[in-house]
């Protein structure tokens, strides 16, 4: 891929195919959203998109959605329509849940429906630096189910690992 082919994401350094010139997906990233090294590129986002339909087309794929969602949200924790402050926090605990606690991603889905609806207030938390994380390309790559399932598992692995100061922090607020 050559630099007029894609674009680098502003939040994980993705290099991700784009429609349109790095140039125009740089301004429109930045465009009324703070800087542009700070917003996802809106390949970036596609490419999500297209990682999910993946799991929406073919059952083989679908259990790993959990893992993908909560990677991207918390490799991007801001300019996402998912990514409020709160989120980002309840991603990172589902995170936790599957990745340490070994729960499976429906119980960990269940859980976070259980939390959200009991309105528990949660701490926003400093972004770490997430660019020289494995990003969405990653899983991206993969031939098949099998390798796919393995991918985002270490992108997620990777992401969780970024967010390392703020471990303790959530493993508290997951067993109070």
Do not use: N
């Not at 674009?7 to 301004?27: E, H, I, L, Q, Y």
């Not at 009324?32 to 996802?40: E, F, W």
């Not at 009991?118 to 993969?142: C, D, I, K, R």
């Not at 393995?150 to 703020?166: I, L």
């Amino acid at each position: 891929m050559t630099p007029d082919d894609g674009v680098r994401c502003g939040t994980c350094a993705a290099f991700v195919p784009s429609r349109r010139s790095a140039r125009k997906d740089a301004t429109s990233a930045a465009a009324g959203r703070g800087p542009a090294a700070a917003t996802p590129a809106p390949a970036c986002w596609r490419a999500y998109v297209r990682l999910l339909a993946r799991g929406y087309r073919d059952a083989d794929y679908a259990s790993a959605q959990r893992l993908t969602v909560d990677a991207y949200v918390c490799q991007h924790p801001h300019g996402t329509p998912m990514a409020s402050a709160e989120q980002v926090t309840v991603h990172l605990m589902a995170l936790c849940q599957v990745l340490e606690r070994e729960l499976s991603p429906v119980a960990a889905t269940r859980w976070m429906v259980a939390h959200r609806r009991s309105g528990a207030p949660l701490e926003a938390l400093a972004a770490p630096q997430l660019s020289g994380t494995l990003t969405v390309e990653h899983p991206l790559s993969a031939a098949d189910a099998e390798a796919h399932h393995a991918a985002v598992r270490a992108w997620a692995w990777s992401v969780w690992d970024a967010w390392k100061a703020h471990h303790a922090t959530i493993r508290a607020l997951l067993d109070r």
